[in-house]
Structures are given as C-alpha cells and as structure tokens.
C-alpha cells in the first residue's frame, strides 16, 4: 500500500524494491542497499560481507551484566566479538537486565564489507556500472559505497551528498 505525508516523497513499506523497481519512473531513488545485489543480473559475482549473530539473554535478579553499555571482546577464546546491555544506554535501574551478544559471521544479512583486494577490484566494477545508471538512481550508505562507516560518518555523507548533488 502507498503512503502519502509530503507530496513530494512517497514511501512503500513492506515491499521488495526489485518487484517493484521497474514501475519507478522520472523519480528519484536513494539506493542504500548491497550494490552487487541491485546489479544482481550482471553476471559479476557477489561481494563478500561480513554478518552478525544476536543471542539475547535475559537475565533475572542481574541489576547490571556489564559495567558499560558495549564491551568488546577480541580475544580469540571468547567466542562472540562485543555485548551490549542497552539499559546502560539511558541509565535505567532494574533489578534484571537484557544483554545482546554478537558474533560475527559469513552468512546472513549484510553488515560490513570484506575489504581484501578481490572484492575492492571487483566493487569498481561495480561503481562504474552504478556511475551508467540513471542519473534519477543514486547510490548513498555503507552497503551501496561498499565502504564502512561509523554513524557520524554515515550521517555526513548523506548530508555531504545531498549538498553536492541535489
């Protein structure tokens, strides 16, 4: 169903971008998911990411789990990578807690990318098939620059790019 707030902008939810990404037409799109997947039909292969596994705990009668709100763990006999207990986030006080340990892995939802030699080559491939798209689509965000960015850096390139380019 469409979803109508600004005139100018219409949003889709629950709908897969590819079912429907014909039908867009003398709009603008921001394009923010894996690259190689919008050109899923070139015949170039996939880009390597890295993913994550979430294990939520609930823990009863644990005031606090951890003494932050993320602790890292890049140890290799820990099996998960950092783990975050959100209520440090607003300072909340409960006489339990949820804690969130994450491991990273190679299947899965797209997260980070593998930034080896193979996969820089191949995302200027890539790029250079986005730089032939239309100049309505417009490739914005970690998954699409196949580059990491920290929150503050995403939030400064999406502003840096539409300045630049709109």
């Known amino acids: 169903n469409w979803k109508k ?8 939810l629950n709908t897969d971008f590819f079912e429907i990404k014909d039908l867009i037409k003398d709009q ?10 919008y ?20 823990l009863l009668n644990v ?12 140890e290799p006999n820990i099996e998960y990578t950092r783990c975050v207990e959100y209520k440090h986030f607003l300072n909340q006080t409960s006489d339990h807690t949820v804690i969130v340990k994450e ?4 299947t899965g939802e797209p997260y980070y990318p593998v930034l080896n030699e193979r996969n820089k080559k191949l ?3 890539y790029k250079k098939m986005a730089e032939n798209e239309s100049a309505n689509i417009h490739f914005l965000g970690r998954l699409a620059s196949y ?14 790019y539409f300045e630049n380019n709109f």
């Open 63 to 74: 005031p606090y789990y951890q003494p932050n709100s993320v602790v890292n763990y890049p």
């Open 147 to 160: 580059k990491y960015f920290n929150m503050d850096q995403a939030i400064r390139n999406a502003l840096d």
């Open 103 to 106: 491991t990273t892995t190679d």
């Open 5 to 12: 707030k600004n005139p100018l902008i219409t949003v889709k």
């Open 123 to 125: 995302y200027d491939k």
């Open 28 to 37: 603008i799109v921001i394009y923010t998911g894996p690259i190689d997947h």
């Open 39 to 58: 050109f899923s039909n070139s015949g170039l292969p996939s880009l390597e990411y890295r993913s994550i596994n979430f294990e939520t705990t609930r």
